[in-house]
């Protein structure tokens, strides 16, 4: 079971996350603090008592945009640790997910938190802890199970992002779950997530695509989605439904180039309000291509 700590410098979300914890079965105890100092004495005072302490602390789940150090400031200075705690970011912004992710965070939870998504991220850090949570407490009227062993395979989750990025309908899926229905309608739509409401981006929807470290992300006429694959990926999968690349940032559905420039030695294609440049080892083919489809 889980020993965490919960840091947020507004009081009313703090009390919020606290209350969500502890109500989790997986977690042992759930203690909170104000601001970044505190959180690192007491993070500093777990590691000083080792893995057996009474202060250890398994996994910090860490706001973002605090007064002074923020929570990615936090999470770069654990890092210098031999045995750190588990990171999850719990924060309002969607923009930091890569950032995060590249801090190995075990999840990336979106407020308002929604309480069935702040369990999966539970489940994660059980399941990358080692402490599984999965014998409950003392039998009693409120006692909830624990998650059932199998599904455990669901914490690879490879297509759903942390962060994820955009709130649909759909419900409040698992990332796991969300990612074997994503699977079954992989060749129409792709799963998307946002604090644990996930929905599927019909592919004929996206414009363009942005690569993100190992993430891409997708734009639409309505918004942009961020997901845990990388660009390389997408180029194979959706070759056939007319994406090409066209530099090594950005992989571009053909249909939705409405004008090609060149300028000064200078290639850009325009895809709805947005000017992409074109790679010169992508700029031949990519014209041939724009030909060929208004040739019929």
Not at 163 to 192: K, L
Not at 229 to 251: D, K, Q
């Amino acid at each position: 079971m889980l020993r965490v700590l919960a840091v947020d410098d507004e009081k009313p979300l703090l009390e919020e996350l606290l209350y969500l914890l502890r109500s989790d079965p997986r977690v042992l105890s759930a203690e909170g603090a104000s601001d970044a100092t505190e959180a690192l004495r007491r993070i500093t005072r777990a590691l000083e008592s080792g893995p057996d302490g009474a202060d250890v602390i398994d996994v910090v789940f860490l706001d973002i945009h605090m007064a002074g150090l923020t929570g990615l400031d936090i999470a770069r200075l654990l890092a210098g640790f031999a045995r750190p705690p588990l990171i999850v970011f719990v924060t309002a912004h969607e923009g930091f997910a890569v950032q995060a992710f590249d801090l190995k965070a075990v999840d990336y939870v979106l407020k308002p938190v929604r309480p069935e998504r702040l369990a999966e991220a539970v489940r994660r850090a059980c399941a990358q802890s080692g402490r599984s949570g999965e014998q409950p407490p003392a039998a009693g009227p409120g006692t909830v199970p624990a998650v059932p062993a199998a599904r455990a395979p669901r914490a690879a989750a490879p297509e759903i992002p942390g962060s994820p990025v955009a709130a649909a309908a759909a419900g409040a899926a698992s990332a796991g779950s969300a990612a074997a229905r994503g699977a079954d309608r992989a060749p129409e739509q792709i799963a998307v997530e946002l604090g644990g409401v996930t929905r599927f981006v019909a592919i004929a929807d996206i414009a363009y695509v942005e690569a993100q470290g190992d993430y891409a992300r997708l734009h639409t006429d309505e918004g942009s989605h961020l997901v845990r694959i990388p660009l390389s990926t997408l180029e194979e999968r959706w070759a056939a439904r007319g994406f090409v690349r066209i530099h090594r940032r950005h992989l571009v559905a053909l249909a939705r180039i409405d004008e090609l420039r060149l300028d000064a030695g200078t290639t850009t294609v325009r895809v709805g309000a947005a000017e992409l440049q074109v790679s010169r080892r992508h700029t031949r083919e990519l014209r041939d291509l724009l030909m060929r489809q208004a040739m019929g």
